[in-house]
């Protein structure tokens, strides 16, 4: 149990909490504690009754049945893998932009869920935070099942049919997709490599919450395209030319 805690308490403060909140909800549901049809997001629940908890909840409850724990597993693998990997890489020491991030992410998924009417927002705050992480780290190698290999930027798009194989639905994760390249071009792709204007910056209240914790200065300093492949040190792995062993990542609660 230290070994777990230990590994517990190694996963950086944003993504650990974020971990901990996707375990907590669904359990509770699965224990009956608080009736799962609550947790949910229902458009006129939210609009009629004012049950302002459910974009909330929604985001952190993934139903665990015989028919969708492996889902669940692989998706909060991916959670834990790739939140990870950006806080400590392309976000190291700027936790506020981190928040921001997934903040502007988390409002147009709930956005997205009421027009569409989608229940659960698990999957797409994840693919959309997998989504940047391929953004930064677009030429790394990164292995699949099978021995596949492949460049990083296509990640996002072999989950997603991945997922439709084992779950039925590619909605979830193409959402996510959508969201995290909108995040992308608007914070970096369009202001910094075509020099167009700056829409998204991050408020300087987060900064107070969660200063940055190296070199005092707010925001990005490059545009992802001037950083190298193997910055995110945790994707890149111990030589290997920054490979990535993405398919180990199925051997849950070990890498």
Not at 240 to 252: A, D, M, T, V
Request: hydrophobic letters at 45%; proline letters at 6%; charged letters at 15%.
């Amino acid at each position: 149990m230290s070994d777990i805690g230990d590994w517990f308490r190694s996963i950086p403060f944003i993504t650990r909490s974020w971990f901990a909140a996707s375990i907590a909800v669904p359990f509770i549901g699965k224990l009956g504690l608080i009736d799962f049809r609550n947790l949910l997001l229902f458009p006129e629940m939210v609009f009629s009754r004012f049950h302002i908890w459910r974009p909330i909840t929604a985001t952190f409850y993934f139903p665990i049945t015989p028919n969708t724990g492996f889902l669940y597993l692989v998706n909060l693998y991916f959670l834990y893998h790739y939140s990870t990997r950006l806080e400590t890489g392309a976000f190291d020491g700027r936790p506020a932009d981190y928040v921001f991030m997934l903040l502007f992410n988390w409002i147009c998924i709930v956005i997205t869920g009421l027009l569409m009417n989608m229940q659960l927002l698990m999957i797409p705050l994840i693919m959309s935070v997998l989504y940047v992480w391929a953004q930064f780290n677009k030429d790394t190698i990164v292995s699949f099942w099978f021995g596949t290999r492949f460049k990083a930027y296509y990640l996002p798009w072999v989950i997603l049919a991945f997922n439709f194989i084992i779950g039925g639905s590619f909605m979830n994760e193409l959402t996510g997709n959508l969201v995290g390249h909108l995040f992308f071009f608007l914070m970096f792709k369009y202001p910094m490599d075509l020099g167009g204007r700056s829409f998204l910056s991050t408020p300087e209240f987060l900064y107070r919450f969660f200063p940055n914790r190296r070199g005092g200065v707010s925001g990005f300093g490059a545009p992802p395209s001037r950083r190298p492949a193997a910055q995110d040190p945790a994707g890149g792995g111990g030589g290997g030319g920054g490979r990535h062993n993405w398919g180990q990542g199925f051997r849950l609660g070990g890498e």
